[in-house]
């Protein structure tokens, strides 16, 4: 898996998860403790996001960090 297949993967599933609780970004941005627009770029695969922001994420959707690799 490339570099950026892994960036577009995790991306769409954040997004997927996201939606499917009913959070927008501004909402999972709060939850998780970052920037809404940093939101937006993960979503978009435009970050190459940090190991301690994968965790703040899947937190905030109450996932497994592996379930946002999937």
Same mark, same amino acid.
């Given at each position: 898996?490339?570099? +950026? &297949?892994?960036?577009?993967?995790?991306?769409?599933?954040?997004?997927?998860?996201?939606? &499917?609780?009913? $959070? &927008?970004? +501004?909402? $999972?941005?709060? #939850? !998780?403790? $970052?920037?809404?627009?940093?939101?937006?770029?993960?979503?978009? !695969?435009?970050?190459?996001?940090? $190991?301690?922001? #994968? +965790?703040? #994420?899947?937190?905030?959707?109450?996932?497994? #960090?592996?379930?946002?690799?999937?």
């Amino acid at each position: 898996m490339t570099n +950026e &297949s892994v960036l577009i993967l995790f991306g769409k599933n954040v997004q997927r998860l996201r939606k &499917s609780k009913g $959070l &927008s970004q +501004e909402q $999972l941005a709060e #939850i !998780a403790g $970052l920037h809404r627009t940093y939101i937006g770029m993960i979503e978009r !695969a435009e970050k190459n996001i940090t $190991l301690i922001n #994968i +965790e703040k #994420i899947a937190a905030a959707l109450n996932v497994k #960090i592996t379930d946002l690799l999937e």
